[in-house]
């Protein structure tokens, strides 16, 4: 074996490897792929990494995706040499993941009962286009880049459109955007067409509007920018160096995101897995998953409460014949996911295997909150002076329904990624409009 990096099948009874410079996602077995690195990166690295905090002029260091570039060198080059970075690495200008980081929130850990020194929220909305998406596009991007596409589609929920779209004009590349109508935020539809990208609004849901996607890249030669690309997955992971190097890296207790596509999910495991490997870190946080109720598909699968069958990881075995089933009896039932928080309104997750493998790895959970639920935590994150959507709004919600259970304790160290910024004001209007709500604040007249 050299000393490049691969991708590799995820399932370990199969272990097929290819080349990088390529647009394959699946393998032949059918499963997904991981990107692998063959060396592990020395643990000093750290030390850099700080060091570039003040980033000198170069964008590279600024970005806090790239910052970390070494330990997501897919690319191969020297990443000292800011000549090569530049002429192979896409960034907005060093803007992505520049600004998110742990804060403590002192409201949203007395809403989910929490120490106010031990709860960190971690804004990825914070991002150029507004999401955490932005970590995995600036490399999925340079993946492109390197395969000289220079034609991106996806299909998405609002903002990986916004994302692929930011990076597309930016890059001077095209880029083909798969919508389910009218089920996307306003604010990041409008993203889109600023952007220029060209909008396809698909008469179905996100799931439908994935497999339209995939069918137009490959009939095409487009370059699929979804989290089913393994190259989003790697610059997702620095959402984790970045929650880690705030904490000295010294894990947390736990990691909260809300569960959509389980891109997210699936990259905080390999970041984990990885670290890990490289003997970085010992202890393993607990990855906790939040699906919104109308959109529980991995809160009921992983939960056994489909037909007693649980799904799990089961040493890259699990059971692709329950998770067919459920689709199927879904499919039939014409049952489709439905909650205010479109970002995560998706029935058919597409990186459901490599989630599993991650809440295996983590020994994580996945639960369920009410879209009320949601409202209410992404209202209290507002009373911190911060901005976040409904879907990340799952997070406080999430911890504090832990909380209630017993399962967190209210000092254990937890960090939750909030996910994206509010881009459907109204939402936050008519929650405030409604003296019902718990947060609500509503307007005088005079
Ligand atoms: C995409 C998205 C999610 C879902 O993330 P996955 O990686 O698909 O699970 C959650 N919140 C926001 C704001 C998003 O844009
Ligand atoms: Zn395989």
């Not at 779209?165 to 306003?186: D, L, R, S, T």
């Not at 089961?314 to 329950?322: R, V």
């Amino acid at each position: 074996m050299t000393d490049n990096p691969f991708k590799k099948c995820i399932n370990p009874s199969c272990n097929l490897v290819y080349d990088i410079d390529n647009t394959t996602h699946t393998c032949k077995c059918g499963s997904f792929l991981d990107v692998v690195y063959p060396s592990s990166p020395s643990r000093e690295l750290t030390e850099i990494f700080s060091i570039r905090r003040n980033p000198k002029g170069n964008i590279f260091n600024e970005s806090g995706v790239w910052r970390f570039r070494e330990l997501i060198n897919f690319a191969g080059i020297d990443t000292e040499d800011f000549q090569q970075c530049s002429k192979v690495l896409v960034s907005m200008d060093g803007s992505e993941g520049r600004q998110s980081k742990p804060y403590k929130m002192s409201k949203v850990s007395e809403y989910a009962n929490m120490d106010p020194e031990c709860m960190f929220l971690q804004p990825e909305g914070y991002n150029p286009s507004g999401s955490f998406k932005d970590n995995g596009m600036t490399t999925a991007v340079t993946h492109a880049k390197m395969l000289k596409i220079y034609r991106l589609i996806c299909a998405s929920t609002g903002n990986t459109s916004a994302s692929a779209a930011m990076y597309a004009a930016n890059e001077n590349m095209e880029c083909e955007v798969f919508v389910p109508k009218g089920e996307i935020a306003p604010g990041k539809l409008g993203q889109a067409f600023q952007f220029g990208a060209q909008v396809v609004q698909i008469d179905g849901d996100f799931d439908d509007a994935l497999s339209h996607s995939l069918k137009v890249a490959n009939e095409s030669g487009g370059y699929t920018v979804n989290s089913i690309n393994p190259f989003r997955i790697e610059g997702q992971k620095t959402i984790i160096y970045r929650a880690l190097e705030y904490l000295d890296w010294h894990p947390p207790d736990w990691i909260v995101y809300p569960g959509g596509a389980l891109g997210n999910t699936s990259s905080c495991g390999k970041a984990l897995m990885e670290l890990v490997n490289w003997g970085w870190i010992k202890k393993v946080p607990r990855l906790l998953v939040i699906n919104a109720i109308g959109a529980n598909t991995f809160y009921e699968l992983t939960n056994g409460l489909y037909d007693g069958r649980k799904l799990e990881w089961n040493d890259g075995k699990p059971d692709i014949e329950l998770i067919r089933d459920y689709y199927y009896e879904r499919d039939r039932k014409g049952i489709k996911a439905k909650t205010k928080a479109t970002a995560i309104q998706i029935g058919k997750p597409a990186n459901i295997v490599k989630a599993l493998r991650a809440i295996e790895f983590t020994k994580g959970m996945v639960i369920e909150v009410s879209d009320e639920e949601m409202s209410d935590g992404m209202a209290v994150v507002g009373l911190n002076g911060f901005d976040c959507e409904m879907a990340s709004g799952a997070v406080p919600a999430g911890i504090r329904k832990l909380r209630k259970e017993g399962v967190i304790r209210r000092d254990d160290i937890v960090i939750g990624i909030l996910t994206g910024k509010q881009k459907d004001p109204n939402l936050s209007i008519s929650y405030h409009m409604d003296s019902g709500n718990k947060f609500a604040n509503p307007p005088m007249t005079k």
